[in-house]
T-cell receptor, first 111, second 113 residues
């Protein structure tokens, strides 16, 4: 089992729709969690950190479920510009060497 | 403010050739990282440097060496390139070394024939 697992997709949804995807992690001691966005042939960029209490940034909401060991990303009122690959990132402990990237979920928004 | 820069952007090598990938950041970050990204796989950590003067192995260090030249620069060297090292290489930096936001360079696309 991979340490961080994501559904590779692609998720193909119409503009304006709400879409959500999850990321599961295997190490229950994991300490910090992030969502990064990666456009085609570009570098990853931080989308948002995921806090225990959940957090929201505009149309994006991230949540953490420690009991079930997953994090989620919800995108409301999706835009064409949201088309990208979304990477789940988990830090197993406080060491930089324990940062694990998921392989990403591809999202495609159609007009 | 350039952020993280990488050179070269593209490179084609023959098996057995050597090369150095350069990375520099102008954000005064303490930590720097080298990752490789292959299709269907997440970014995998090759080496990282938590601070100037220190380097540590990541998940996939075999076949690579690194040098933290100063606080700004962190280079990755392939001594004898192999086809299995064909990949996209990303350099990143962060203020700390505990999973804080990482800022990535644009990547180097390497093809080893």
């Amino acid at each position: 089992r991979k340490e961080v697992e994501q559904d590779p997709g692609p998720f193909n949804v119409p503009e304006g729709a709400t879409v959500a995807f999850n990321c599961t992690y295997s190490n229950s001691a994991s300490q910090s969690f992030f969502w990064y966005r990666q456009d085609c042939r570009k570098e990853p960029k931080l989308l948002m950190s995921v806090y225990s209490s959940g957090n929201e940034d505009g149309r994006f909401t991230a949540q953490l479920n420690r009991a079930s060991q997953y994090i989620s990303l919800l995108i409301r009122d999706s835009k064409l510009s949201d088309s990208a690959t979304y990477l789940c990132v988990v830090n197993k402990d406080s060491s930089a060497s324990k940062i694990i990237f998921g392989s990403g979920t591809r999202l495609s928004i159609r007009p | 403010n350039a952020g993280v820069t990488q050179t070269p952007k593209f490179q084609v090598l023959k098996t057995g050739q050597s090369m150095t990938l350069q990375c520099a950041q102008d954000m005064n970050h303490n930590s720097m990282y080298w990752y490789r990204q292959d299709p269907g796989m997440g970014l995998r950590l090759i080496y990282y440097s938590a601070s100037e003067g220190t380097t540590d192995k990541g998940e996939v260090p075999n076949g690579y060496n690194v040098s933290r030249l100063n606080k700004r620069e962190f280079s990755l060297r392939l001594e004898s390139a192999a086809p299995s090292q064909t990949s996209v290489y990303f350099c990143a930096s962060s203020d700390g070394g505990r999973g804080e936001t990482q800022y990535f360079g644009p990547g180097t696309r390497l093809l080893v024939l």
